[in-house]
């Protein structure tokens, strides 16, 4: 059993805190977000992440997990202090905002009276850990990088059973006391890299940019297939089987979104430059994904004919399934666009209302998939929420000229033109 300290309880902090206290460990969970901290302690989680309450109050009830926001208290009875703040890109830049990280450290570093380890978790630049220890005089306290892999909406899966563990370490002993927290996950057969701080720092971002650009080709794939009468999910069937290509991430849609790979690839090149390398296919995947947005959208007016007066539905609006993040979705370009040009807009989403439409005219939420589709002109499938899979089209109260643009494949084409829908779709032969 370790004590271990989370310093931020978003998406990484909360969901690693939570699951390190299910393993047997006694956590402490800190945010200078009062608020958070007092709902977080009724077992009530800020965050949408399936499973993640269920396991939230057992440990709460366990007693192996707590929160406060008093950070010196916290890593004073702790061993192993994380630091899973949030490192946003800088505003209009490449650079990574590095002060939440760097206040937190300070912080730890003054409160350490005892030999600690400080993790970090969050994604940091190559060479941060080597910033941190920079900090550090006179006191017994090692720097690891220990990355997390978990993907929104899945992350207790990606703890609980990851691909790898990596560890970023130029100390043994600090090196052994990490293999023996994550000792059960081992045992359960994952695997445990260990490399040093710097290379451990890298995995991160190219693991994220390699996903990234995955994405992007098969995206610019996509985009030959429409041109050319192919199904680019027939491509990405014959190229995914091959196993140094691997089937996962190949499937076509809008431009990536989330929290991670807009601002890792960003970060990455700006390493590259840091580090006087010029890294022009991160670089080139940022330019494609940008130009994707405007692509897509562009195609609204183009199967209405003009937007201006006409009645747009979005089905789920956050960048993925299973999560009620916003970051970097489609929709927060999309939505504002199309009110701009006079459309009149209603989504419905699972995770419910956003903050983000609140004050953009002509756009309403709707309480569910009929409300939202009374009278459309259009609809978009945004996101691919499973219960968007059971929608039957012909049985909703839109327009009888109502044409649907699915972003997401998640219907047939060659079904909806055995139904008489004007279906359009990414990188698939138009029927209509
Ligand atoms: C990602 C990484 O997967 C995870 O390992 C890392 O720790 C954090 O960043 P996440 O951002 O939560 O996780 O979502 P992910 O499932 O990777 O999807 C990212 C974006 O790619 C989404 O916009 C998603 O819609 C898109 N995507 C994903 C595709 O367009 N096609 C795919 O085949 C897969």
Known sequence: ??????????????????????LGNQVICVDQDKEKIKKLRYGISPIYEPGLDEILKKNINDKRIQFTD?????????DIIFLCVGTPNKKNSLDVNLSYVFKAAKEVIKNSKS??????????????????????????IS???????????????????????????NESKATEIMRSLYTPLINKGAKFYVTNRRGAELIKYASNAFLATKISFINEIANLCEKSGINVEDVALGIGSDNRIG?????????????CFPKDTKGLVATGKKFKTDLSIVNSVIKSNENRKKFLLERIPKILGRVKGKSITFLGVTFKPNTDDMRDSNSLIMIPYLSKKGARIKYYDPTGEKKEFKKIKNVEYAF???????????IVLHTEWDEFKAIEFNTLKTKKTCKVYDLRNLFDYKEMKKKKIKYYSVGRPNLN
């Open 1 to 22: 059993m370790h004590k271990l300290c989370m310093i931020g309880t978003g998406y990484v902090g909360l969901v690693s805190g939570v699951c390190f206290a299910d």
């Open 70 to 78: 008093n950070l010196s208290e916290a890593v004073k009875q702790s």
């Open 115 to 140: 030999h600690k380890i400080i993790v970090t978790k969050s994604t940091v630049p190559v060479s941060t850990g080597d910033q941190i220890e920079k900090l550090i005089k006179k006191k017994k």
């Open 143 to 169: 720097v690891i990088s220990n990355p997390e892999f978990l993907r929104e909406g899945e992350a207790i899966r990606d703890f609980r059973f990851p691909d790898r563990i990596v560890i970023g370490s």
């Open 247 to 259: 089937s996962r991430f190949l499937r076509a849609g809008p431009a990536y979104g989330g929290s």
């Open 368 to 378: 569910s998939v009929n409300q939202a589709c009374m009278n459309a002109d259009l």
